[in-house]
């Protein structure tokens, strides 16, 4: 399917260095960004589908590096059936998992751990609820693991690991299963600040210095965060990515957010949501994220942006998360919300006011055009000018 979109009035990069892309259209074909900024007179002929964006903002799809998915669109923590691809009607095109530590009676053991790992990648990769992209088997730490499990979970296809909800008797003791995933050339994460609802170990500073996690979990509390004293020692003596999500406390999330200016690392500051947990299903869980960090800041909001899309993909290694050709097409249209002060996106977000969804796409297939159900009214809505393709953009009937 080719597609070019018209008309946008600015388009977000995703890299905060460089955060706008100079031009108005984005081309999109084979599930790949092909052009951004213009496309010409053939491109639009050859097309099957072209909108006009009416001057709305383009920015890459939400990347969420902490979803707690179990199996199937369902959260067994809440009873909550389709949350996902509610999720992506508020923005989020990827999920990543947190790992699969909600699934009933899940369990503890090493071949467990092991075969709950492989059994949920190999069912997400096989689902893509609204068309979301889901990264699943996150492989909980847990004693026992050797190199040779590791080595043998990364043959099958797992990358990811994750500390902080093993059986150990000390946090130390993640630091040479953290080790152990390294090797095997997998993304470590590590849960940070006090105990959540699984009664997790309390992980400080001195821990996450020992572990060298590539990232460490919700910083600013998942949903308590770890002493204020730790944060300078996290950024000074680790290299982990510091994530900052929804559910945790805002203050911290705030104080992350100026230190890593400060000290010039940005690019390790991450916005995810970790939810859906006690504080609840959040579809607009991502873009209220980017909207407090930007309004409670002296930050821009394409930076906000940034942290929520390129600066994951970078950490992640995913080829989404940004607006340059080759890239997956995983994008959304947004707008100032109808009757907001502010009149286009960025603007709205940098007063406080989450913005309006008016279409998302994701591998380059639009999942919805107009609307979206899960936030508000928006100023404009794009036009669909050209459509070759006669159905709708109903998910269902797209994702073959």
Same mark, same amino acid.
């Given at each position: 399917?080719?597609?070019?979109?018209?008309?946008?009035?600015?388009?977000?990069?995703?890299?905060?260095?460089?955060?706008?892309?100079?031009?108005? !259209?984005?081309?999109?074909?084979?599930?790949?960004?092909?052009?951004?900024?213009?496309?010409? =007179?053939?491109?639009? #002929?050859?097309?099957?589908?072209?909108?006009?964006?009416?001057?709305?903002?383009?920015?890459?799809?939400?990347?969420?590096?902490?979803?707690?998915?179990?199996?199937?669109?369902? @959260?067994?923590?809440?009873?909550?059936?389709?949350?996902?691809?509610?999720?992506?009607?508020?923005?989020?095109?990827?999920?990543?998992?947190?790992? +699969?530590?909600?699934?009933?009676?899940?369990?503890?053991?090493? #071949?467990?751990?092991?075969?709950?790992?492989?059994?949920?990648?190999? /069912?997400?990769?096989? +689902?893509?609820?609204?068309?979301?992209?889901?990264?699943?088997?996150?492989?909980?730490?847990?004693?026992?693991?050797?190199?040779?499990?590791?080595?043998?979970?990364?043959?099958?296809?797992?990358?990811?690991?994750?500390?902080?909800?093993?059986?150990?008797? $000390?946090?130390?003791?993640?630091?040479?299963?953290?080790?152990?995933? =390294?090797?095997?050339?997998?993304?470590?994460?590590?849960?940070?600040?006090?105990?959540?609802?699984?009664?997790?170990?309390?992980?400080?500073?001195?821990?996450?210095?020992?572990?060298?996690?590539?990232?460490?979990?919700?910083?600013?509390?998942?949903?308590?965060?770890?002493?204020? #004293?730790?944060? #300078?020692?996290?950024? =000074? +003596?680790?290299? $982990?990515?510091?994530?900052?999500?929804?559910?945790?406390?805002?203050?911290? !999330?705030?104080? *992350?957010? %100026?230190?890593?200016?400060?000290?010039?690392?940005?690019?390790?500051?991450?916005?995810?949501?970790?939810?859906? *947990?006690?504080?609840?299903?959040?579809?607009?869980?991502?873009?209220?994220?980017?909207?407090?960090?930007? /309004?409670?800041?002296?930050?821009?909001?394409?930076?906000?942006?940034?942290?929520?899309?390129? %600066?994951?993909? +970078?950490?992640?290694?995913?080829?989404?998360?940004?607006?340059?050709?080759?890239?997956?097409?995983?994008?959304?249209?947004?707008?100032?919300?109808?009757?907001?002060? %502010?009149?286009?996106?960025?603007? @709205?977000?940098?007063?406080?006011?989450?913005?309006?969804?008016?279409?998302?796409?994701?591998?380059?297939?639009?999942?919805?055009?107009?609307?979206?159900?899960?936030?508000? &009214?928006?100023?404009?809505? &794009?036009?669909?000018?050209?459509?070759?393709?006669?159905?709708?953009?109903? &998910?269902?009937?797209?994702? %073959?």
């Amino acid at each position: 399917m080719k597609t070019a979109i018209i008309n946008i009035g600015t388009i977000v990069s995703g890299d905060w260095r460089a955060p706008f892309v100079p031009g108005d !259209a984005i081309l999109m074909s084979g599930g790949l960004l092909e052009k951004v900024g213009s496309v010409d =007179k053939a491109d639009l #002929e050859a097309c099957d589908l072209v909108i006009d964006a009416k001057g709305v903002t383009a920015v890459p799809g939400f990347i969420d590096s902490h979803v707690h998915i179990a199996f199937g669109d369902y @959260s067994p923590r809440l009873t909550a059936v389709g949350f996902l691809k509610d999720y992506m009607f508020g923005g989020t095109t990827t999920a990543i998992s947190a790992c +699969e530590v909600h699934v009933p009676g899940r369990p503890s053991d090493v #071949e467990g751990v092991k075969a709950l790992a492989v059994a949920a990648k190999k /069912c997400w990769d096989n +689902e893509r609820p609204g068309g979301m992209r889901v990264h699943a088997g996150n492989v909980i730490l847990e004693p026992g693991l050797t190199d040779a499990d590791f080595q043998e979970l990364a043959a099958k296809g797992i990358w990811l690991a994750k500390a902080g909800f093993g059986s150990v008797t $000390s946090p130390f003791d993640y630091v040479p299963l953290i080790a152990a995933a =390294k090797r095997a050339g997998m993304i470590t994460n590590v849960h940070t600040g006090g105990a959540s609802l699984s009664l997790a170990n309390s992980i400080y500073g001195k821990h996450l210095v020992a572990m060298q996690a590539d990232v460490a979990f919700h910083v600013n509390g998942g949903p308590i965060a770890m002493p204020d #004293e730790d944060f #300078e020692l996290v950024l =000074k +003596e680790t290299k $982990s990515a510091l994530q900052i999500v929804q559910a945790g406390n805002i203050r911290t !999330a705030l104080k *992350t957010l %100026n230190m890593v200016v400060t000290n010039d690392c940005f690019d390790r500051f991450l916005i995810g949501t970790d939810t859906p *947990t006690g504080i609840g299903v959040m579809p607009e869980g991502m873009i209220k994220s980017i909207t407090e960090m930007s /309004c409670l800041s002296d930050h821009p909001a394409e930076w906000m942006i940034a942290a929520a899309t390129g %600066n994951v993909a +970078e950490v992640y290694r995913l080829n989404s998360g940004f607006l340059r050709p080759g890239r997956d097409a995983d994008l959304l249209l947004i707008d100032a919300a109808f009757g907001a002060p %502010n009149k286009t996106a960025l603007a @709205s977000i940098k007063a406080g006011d989450v913005t309006a969804g008016v279409a998302c796409f994701t591998a380059g297939i639009p999942r919805y055009i107009g609307r979206s159900r899960c936030t508000p &009214p928006p100023m404009r809505i &794009p036009e669909v000018v050209k459509n070759l393709r006669p159905q709708t953009f109903d &998910p269902p009937a797209l994702l %073959n």
